[in-house]
DNA sequence: TAAACGTGGGG
DNA sequence: TCCCCAAGTTT
């Protein structure tokens, strides 16, 4: 049975109301259109979603569905091409796995596994994914929990337990209300509850079609659920990038190992990480100048003040790719060192 | 279990 | 300006 009579409907609910408030997204089969949703499309944009804003993703999305149409296109393309399209939208590891994941996939014939279990299994997708890909792509009915559905549960069900703590009670609520039909479109339906009405800050609870069974909203702690641990505070960590110029070409490396920025094209550093600053010390003997300003760049766990070393070289000797300075742009740089390169070129 | 892992936008 | 947050996963 239900937790609570009074929440039975809330499925049939937000269906009604997503009917009529469904945003539009690239990666959308609109309700009620009767066409099948791409599992390659939903898995795409599943995996670019995390913990990435919709407004962030759509033209990543339409790059990427535009170069490779299919799962098969991905499969085949060079890693530097992937990474390289990446580029700018953060936590790159996904785009490692993405392509692990897309080869596992055409290898089995360009079929997607169909259930929760089996999309599991494949590299980048957790808990979040597999069961939204098996809702949304497959119509199975599957609890789809991310932090829109933690937010909507916690407010909803009064869960004032801080999360992650609350996690297997938000999850446990949850699946109470989750139908047995139509589960795709209940879990976007829940999330776009999320993104556009119950939202973190300030909630439109007179906009809610859930309102009047939301118990937080009832006694007027709506605004302050979900609870949350406090973060730890971020270190300022400093470091140096080099710019390193022969006849118009820039010195770009790849980034090695599984961490920080992982085989993206980068500018030569000292080593900074997110434990220690780095040493400042230049990878080639040089006529160095320091570069005017500092690049500021916030990561999930620390800050980075990077200031830019330049020297002009008269040898190519250095290890790395020498990429044209005009074409900068089209390096696929990762954010922090875009901002470096903008910082040279401003000069 | 907790830490590592990017980035841009909004209040 | 600064802090919070966003369709989380991996180790």
Known sequence: MKASDKIDDAAGRLLAWYDGHARTLPWRVPPGSGQAPDPYRVWLSEVMLQQTTVAAVKSYFEKFTQSWPTVEDLASADD??????????????????????????????????????????????????????????????????????????????????????SKDAIRAAADTITPDERAGDFAQAMMDLGATICTSRDPRCLLCP????????????????????????RPVRSGTAFWIENDGHVLLVKREGKGMLAGMRALPDDGWSARASG?????????????????????????????????????????????????????????????AAKLVLAT
């Open 80 to 165: 530097a091409d992937v990474l390289s399209a990446w580029a700018g939208l953060g936590y790159y590891a996904r785009a490692r796995n993405l392509i692990a994941s897309a080869r596992e996939v055409a290898a089995r014939g360009g079929i997607f596994p169909d259930t929760e279990e089996g999309l599991r299994e494949l590299p980048g997708i957790g808990a979040y994914t597999s069961a939204a890909i098996a809702a949304i792509a497959f119509g199975r009915r599957a609890v789809v929990v991310d932090a829109n559905v933690e937010r909507v549960i916690a407010r909803l069900f009064s869960i004032t337990e801080p999360l992650p703590g």
């Open 210 to 233: 859930l309102s009047d069974m939301c118990t937080a909203r009832q006694t007027g702690i709506a605004a302050d659920l979900p609870r949350k641990t406090p973060k730890k505070a």
């Open 279 to 339: 040493n400042g010390e230049p990878p080639l003997a040089a006529e160095w100048s320091r570069v005017d300003g500092v690049v500021g760049h916030g990561f999930t766990h620390f800050l980075l003040e990077l200031s830019v070393h330049r020297c002009e070289v008269s040898d190519r000797v250095a290890e790395g790719e020498w990429w044209p300075v005009d074409r900068i742009e089209e390096a696929g740089l990762p954010t922090l060192f875009a901002k």
